[in-house]
């Protein structure tokens, strides 16, 4: 089936730096969206993206986190500068048309911040 | 508030047995439930959803039951398989175009042969 494939699936990187998490979602879906899942907690919605636009993001996206998809390409979650709380595993998903149907999720990338 | 309860964190039953799977929830204006499962290794994928103008809807073995007035919905496995050994998330979500996802913390199921 349609699959969104994750790039990096672990990046460890020291407090401070800078991260980019890659995202390549199914080819023909309109709507992107990233969920960070801290350690035996549940999986949090951060943000979704449609139309080169962030339509609604949660408290969790602070001001250091933005997101893109320039020129259709890789959907990517940025994280400038880093946090020791950053540390969780980011899902990537992506839909047709993100009215509450069917997500299709990558299997994650695993962020270790030092 | 939006938050939405599982329970319970992990179940073992017999193959056979039918596996039983919890979820409440407190904002009233939810109105899409899907149950997602993610095996060892592998990314959650969504096994089955309901909307609220139902209270039960079948998938095979994969059954749910839902009550608008408790705002409380379950998964029934029935005749559970050792392949159904996964841990499985509900969630919920409200009206718009957004597609954002509350999800529960998961239920671990394992299914013993």
């Known amino acids: 089936g349609p699959k969104v494939l994750q790039i990096p699936s672990h990046q460890i990187i020291d407090m401070g730096q800078m991260v980019t998490l890659n995202c390549d979602p199914v080819?023909?879906?309109?709507?992107f969206y990233w969920y960070k899942q801290i350690l035996g907690q549940q999986m949090e919605f951060l943000v979704n993206?449609?139309?080169?636009?962030?339509?609604?993001k949660s408290k969790l996206f602070k001001d250091q986190f933005s997101v893109e998809r320039p020129d259709g390409s890789y959907f990517t979650l940025k994280i400038q500068p880093t946090a020791l709380e950053d540390s969780a595993v980011y899902f990537c998903?992506?839909?047709?048309?993100?009215?509450?149907?069917?997500?299709?999720f990558g299997h994650g990338t695993k962020l270790s911040v030092l | 508030q939006q938050q939405v309860r599982q329970s319970p964190q992990s179940l073992t039953v017999w193959e056979g047995e039918t596996a039983i799977l919890n979820c409440s929830y407190e904002?009233?204006?939810?109105?899409?439930f899907p149950w997602y499962h993610q095996f060892p290794g592998e990314s959650p994928a969504l096994l089955i959803a309901?909307?609220?103008?139902?209270n039960k809807k079948e998938d095979g073995r994969f059954t749910i039951f839902f009550n608008k007035r408790e705002k409380k919905f379950s998964l029934h496995i029935a005749d559970s398989q050792p392949g159904d050994s996964a841990t499985y998330f509900c969630?919920?979500?409200?009206?718009?175009?957004?597609?954002?996802?509350?999800f529960g913390l998961g239920t671990t199921l394992q299914v013993q042969p």
């Open positions: 998903a992506s839909s047709f048309t993100g009215a509450n149907e069917r997500l299709f």
């Open positions: 080819s023909n879906h309109l709507y």
């Open positions: 993206f449609y139309n080169g636009k962030v339509m609604e």
């Open positions: 904002d009233s204006t939810f109105d899409y």
């Open positions: 309901i909307r609220p103008v139902s």
């Open positions: 969630a919920a979500s409200g009206p718009g175009n957004t597609g954002k996802l509350i």
